[in-house]
């Protein structure tokens, strides 16, 4: 770290160079989908000493100065070639040849040259992260391709990621940051020191005279900014923030005197001008100095040492941080926060192209993060994603118009809505549970938002709808369904997909192709009887309140099928058999739900959800009213 933060140092001390909509995306996703498997999944990829493997997150071993002590990882000018092959810059996703060795540590250092060699136009966009975060980063490249923008660098701060990276064609520089190859968790000290080094890698990137696009792996470009970026050539800097309520109607700059949300780092673009370099030197010398300040409050403390006045009457940039840095606030409806895409779709209700999703205002950790990009169908997974072993299970929701439309929109009224749901969703995770299979969530939908603090329902001023549709993490602890929870005290593992799965342009035509509808009907009527024997070709009428050992022995004739779509799941599923089962399942189940919050006037306002709410004659939604009931409901 030490000698991360010199080189930085040294940097910052030489002189500065101062010289459409959603089919839109799904459309270019259908365009490039034989070139995501041929080039992201290419075996071509792969060492001379190790085959591929069938998983994307795969890498080659270790070069043999894997465990070297790296320092001084950005360099000054040199005459030298930065990186092997710099003479010829080679295509995205162009992986080297498999016979051929990785090259030394050394080469893959920061360096103006390297930079350079992939600017377009004096600008370049960056990423970093650890080797846990790949899949994300292998999303933000491909996105970035995919609009055929190729002026970017990936900063690996682990071997583990820089060397997988080389090998799919992906360029990148080492970070010599020693950082742990797993998911850190958001919040944990890890965690803001990695914050951190995008502050050291700013200091290191202004010097050399390039702008700088500056994005976390958490988002994705849906569509090209660098020309939107140019439309404002005399801003020193343009950020993100965390604004949900619209300042603008249009695709101009946001009202700079109506944000009072965070300015969000996750999204920002500098220039490197002598008011951008003191800010980002203060920037880094304040976190130095005191290891507890998060780095984007940090920033916001800094810039928002001045406010004001405007530039000029139409741009929308204002003087900041100490009177002579122009900065800009890029809108919040086509530069999307979590909560400006998922909660409130902005840009679709003004009828804008958005140009970003930043996963913010979410509540499932990293695995949440990945799962909002998996429900907006923007994330890129391996192909055996698309077609897991024992097939996928899913079902109609049905929902009574009353519970989503009818009365005002109240605690009442949305756990009501919640709980019908929930009640379908918990048979249906019985059903995946008891045939193998993957259970594709269905849709779900809310009557009030869910945020960290107390509020109304719905924030006032945002352009949140009632009822809408909301994130599977607004309700289950999505983080908790998708880890590895113990067998003994929980039961098999059940698989889950995002609910626009089937609609992906990914999903393969042998799952499509793949397909047996049920239709569940009243025992002893025509044609309904647990069996295996179909009315018609791809349709099977199956009786209502049927058991574990009924579903067993019916579905068991279908197991190469690989969608099984009930019409309803409601009455479905009667009783588990084995009761040893049953309460690991419910011990499962208890675990998946989360909360809602908050109430206005009350301590704590947050609610738990309880997945058996309908064992419990009269259950009511209330927060906890003493300390000791302040428990989830197990």
Known sequence: MGGWRNAVQEAAASKPLFLTIYTTIIVGIVATSFYVFSAIYSPSASTSTQSISTSWLSSPPLSQNGGSNFSNNISQPTD???????????TIWEAPPSNSKMPPLESFKLTKELVGERAKDNVIIVTFGNFAFMDFILT???????????????????????????????????MGSHMSTIDVGWGSPTFHKMGREKVFLINAILPFGYELLMCDTDMVWLKDPLPYLAQYPDADILTSSDQVVPTVVDDRLADWKQVGAAYNIGIFHWRPTEPAIKLAKEWKDMLLADDKIWDQNGFNELARKQTGPAIDDDSGLFYAFDGTLKLGILPESIFCSGHTYFVQAMYEQLRLEPYALHTTFQYGGTEGKRHRLREAMVFYDPP??????????????????????????????????????MKQIRSALAIASLLNRTLVMPPLWCRLDRLWFSHPGVLEGSMTRQPFLCPLDHVFEVNVMLKDLPEEEFGPAINIREYSFLNNPLLPQQVKESWLDVQLCQEGTEDCHASSNTSRPGLLRFPKNSTEEMFKTVFSSFKDVKVIQFSSIQGAFYSFT????????????????????????HTPGHIYYDVYWDEKPGWKPAPPQTPEEDHPPF
């Open 384 to 421: 055996e994603y698309y077609d897991a072993p024992g097939g996928f299970l899913s079902f109609k929701p049905s929902i009574p118009k009353s519970l989503l439309l009818d009365g005002e929109h109240n605690l009442e009224s949305h756990f009501s809505l919640i709980n019908y749901q």
């Open 140 to 174: 933000w490249v491909k996105h970035l391709t995919d609009l055929d923008v190729s002026n970017f660098l990936v900063g690996a701060m682990d071997t583990k990621l820089l060397e997988a990276l080389y090998w799919k064609g992906v360029p990148v520089f080492d």
């Open 80 to 90: 030298k070639a930065s990186q092997p092959g710099s003479n010829q810059l080679k």
């Open 578 to 601: 084995d009761k040893t089962r049953e309460e690991k399942f419910r011990n499962r189940m208890k675990r998946y739900v989360g909360i809602w919050c908050c109430v206005e006037n």
